[in-house]
């Protein structure tokens, strides 16, 4: 897939117009009319319009360079789990432009908060995972990173040589004894991304942001949105930001009973194929090897020259250094 780049700005009138005609244009063949102006919102790795019509609202999104394969992923996941996500309008995969309809509430919009409900929701999650596993190679080829466990030792050695995105001898970066620690810890990252690929257990798409705030909650079941986070990964990693949103949203401890159930939940699709002890010690492995996952998804939703991608910068360090933190379970 190739990959045009962004203009020098989402505000430029010239790329509005283009992309306004562009949703228009794709409504009107769905037979919906634009009703008004569109509310934007802008972060450097990408612009999201909410558009009115005469049916209500539609969500243009364009990503930024790094984040663009989210485009081609949405096609792709509707295709395999269209149950679990939204159909797209329309995408353009060289932009990285998607069209969706509105997906309702979310999750964090629920007027009855509960850490249980995040058992249905999970397991809902783990069924698109498996329906998906079987085209991951297709993705891949398609533009979604690879953060396979075969691939994450040699992703982790280069983001070290990366001492601009790692903010190395710059304040809020990397430090030098972690960064020393972090090449000393290789090995050992090497030998656990081994014993992954090793699990048994299919790579599939990981969300990588998987939090209330990324997840529809409709009469008819969950539905998962925002994958400009997301990679080709062993599908485990993908309760680390899962358990220590829940766990923040409720004031639950590390290692909480709560978080436990909701990792078992989690893991009990796969148990028609592994033991249960297994697998929990397989989720430990790969939750703490999606640190480095998050400091790579970062990196590349930094990938932009806009100035306000300052405020962020420090997420790339920051989540790399959380591989010898205590993870939630």
């Avoid at 991304?193 to 798409?205: E, F, K, Q, T």
């Avoid at 990964?233 to 590390?254: D, Y």
């Avoid at 436990?260 to 939750?287: I, K, N, Q, S």
Wanted: include cysteine; glycine fraction near 8%; aromatic fraction near 8%.
């Amino acid at each position: 897939m190739t990959i045009t780049s962004v203009p020098a700005g989402w505000a430029d009138p010239q790329w509005r117009s283009g992309a306004l005609d562009w949703v228009t244009d794709h409504l009107d063949r769905h037979g919906r009319r634009v009703t008004g102006p569109v509310e934007a919102r802008v972060r450097p790795w990408s612009l999201v319009w909410q558009v009115p019509t005469d049916a209500g609202p539609y969500w243009f999104k364009a990503n930024n360079p790094g984040t663009a394969y989210e485009a081609v992923l949405l096609a792709g996941l509707a295709r395999r789990a269209p149950d679990r996500v939204l159909d797209p309008v329309a995408v353009d995969t060289g932009r990285g432009w998607s069209l969706l309809p509105d997906g309702g509430p979310s999750l964090r919009d629920s007027s009855e908060p509960d850490p249980a409900r995040w058992a249905d929701v999970l397991a809902a999650y783990a069924e698109l995972q498996r329906a998906v596993a079987p085209a991951v190679d297709e993705l891949v080829a398609l533009g979604v990173p690879d953060h396979r466990p075969a691939a994450m030792p040699g992703l982790l050695a280069g983001l070290l040589d990366d001492r601009a995105a790692l903010l190395l001898d710059a304040e809020g970066g990397l430090d030098a004894a972690t960064h020393d620690r972090l090449r000393a810890h290789l090995p050992r990252f090497a030998e656990d991304c081994r014993r992954l690929a090793d699990s048994g257990v299919p790579a599939s798409v990981q969300h990588d942001d998987l939090h209330d705030g990324n997840v529809f909650a409709a009469a008819d079941g969950y539905r998962f949105f925002d994958w400009g986070d997301a990679s080709v990964a062993h599908p485990f990693g993908t309760l680390l930001v899962t358990l220590r949103s829940v766990a923040h949203t409720f004031s639950l401890a590390e290692g909480d009973p709560v978080l436990r159930r909701l990792r078992d939940a989690y893991l009990e699709p796969w148990t028609d194929r592994h033991d249960r002890a297994t697998l929990r010690e397989t989720a430990g492995l790969a939750v703490r090897v999606a640190t480095v996952s998050r400091a790579l998804s970062w990196r590349r939703a930094l990938d932009t020259t806009d100035p306000s991608r300052t405020e962020y910068a420090d997420a790339v360090p920051g989540w790399l250094g959380e591989l010898f933190a205590p993870m939630p379970v």
